[in-house]
């Protein structure tokens, strides 16, 4: 079977054997280099001894207790929509008949599917430490985020609403907390990465949602607004927007008013972001039929029922892929925030450390900059993994 494939795949013909040969060899040698650099000749030591400062920073290790006791509660709380999905997922099998329940094996593969690609980061990040504490934590993740997923189980489908909008106390309580250590104006590292992205992502969402919601609405003033705002931000760099809110935020509001960088970077990165899913959310309303509207309004209800309860959820569903890729660009866009703000991002940080003297003009850029790759390459996949699972849960793109 497996000669049957290769014949039809890639020896059909004297043209494609000579190209799957040639485009063959040429791989080969990229990943012997690439396994070389890693495993031989890379000199990962620089990594190894400044671990800390690529993923926290400048955070001080008396303040670190504070940043586990938040990955404990983000970990139980995952667990928890987990378990009450799992519990969602149960219900709706157990009343399709065509639908078989997942076996506990099946449900571990599609789970190890999903996440490798984090918990081999994760599992290379621990390799790399010298002390037990994050082997700690990550077994603490494990065991409350199966107490979570547990709890999940049990709670009632009805207390999706209220653990949602729990979930959002919780998180700005958190951040709250974290502050009480360490001003939020001293982070860095990957910690500043994945701050930046979560709250930017919380806050474009819905903005965006209003700003595509604002374009079709029958006021030609709102929908003007919207439509100008929208135009101008996809029509200007982020990089630039970044340095203007750097430079020139001091000229236009006094100096007391100026808020730190973070701020400014989030208030840029949403502002930006916002427009770009008003679009998709636009396309995804121009997706359902008209005749969803013209049904709701039969049946009595108002044109702001009709689109919460009807063409909105219907929109949503049908952009999960491009909404999912704009979150990833934003993730990955948050290196810019450093270099336009000078803040110690997980980029930022990387490439200082070859400036340290014990490293100057040893040439690890090279080694640096993969490492950094790697930790954002595994937070994209993981969150383009996530996307597919909910496409094919949701069905997306079937009949």
Known sequence: MISAWLKKNLFRSTGDSILTVVAGGLLGYAAFRMLRFVFVTGRWTVIKVNLNLLITGAWPQEELWRLTTVILALAAMAGLFMGLAAKQTALEAADDDDVEPMTAGERARSLVGRLWPAAGTVLLLLLLTETAGPWLLVAGVIVVSAVG????????????????????????????????????????????????????????????????????????????????????????PLLGLLLMA??????????????????????????????????????GLQSVPRGQLEAGRAMGM???????????????RNVI?????????????????????????????????????????????AETLIFVLLLFWAGSFTMSQESQRLESRLGIGER
């Open 149 to 236: 997923w547990f709890v999940g189980k049990q709670l009632p489908l009805k207390a999706k609403g209220a653990l949602t909008g729990g979930g959002v106390v919780l998180f700005a309580v958190l951040i709250w907390f974290l502050t009480l250590g360490v001003s939020w104006n001293s982070w860095g590292g990957m910690v500043l990465n994945l701050f930046l992205a979560a709250i930017s992502i919380v806050l474009c969402f819905p903005f965006g949602v209003v700003l595509a919601l604002g374009r079709r609405s029958e006021y030609p003033i709102v929908r003007g607004i919207c439509t100008a705002y929208v135009e101008l931000f996809r029509g200007v």
């Open 321 to 365: 892929p491009s909404l999912v890729g704009q979150f990833i660009s934003l993730f990955k866009d948050t290196t810019l925030a450093g270099a336009a703000l000078g803040m110690t991002d997980l980029l930022t940080g990387g490439q200082v450390l070859t400036a340290q003297k014990e490293f100057r003009g040893q040439g690890l850029i």
């Open 302 to 316: 108002s044109p702001i029922t009709v689109t919460r309860k009807i063409i909105l959820p219907q929109a949503l």
């Open 246 to 283: 750097n430079v020139a935020l001091g000229f236009f509001i006094p100096r007391g008013l100026v808020p730190g960088n973070v701020v400014k970077a989030i208030v840029v990165f949403t502002l930006f972001s916002a427009a770009y899913v008003a679009e998709i959310v636009r396309g």
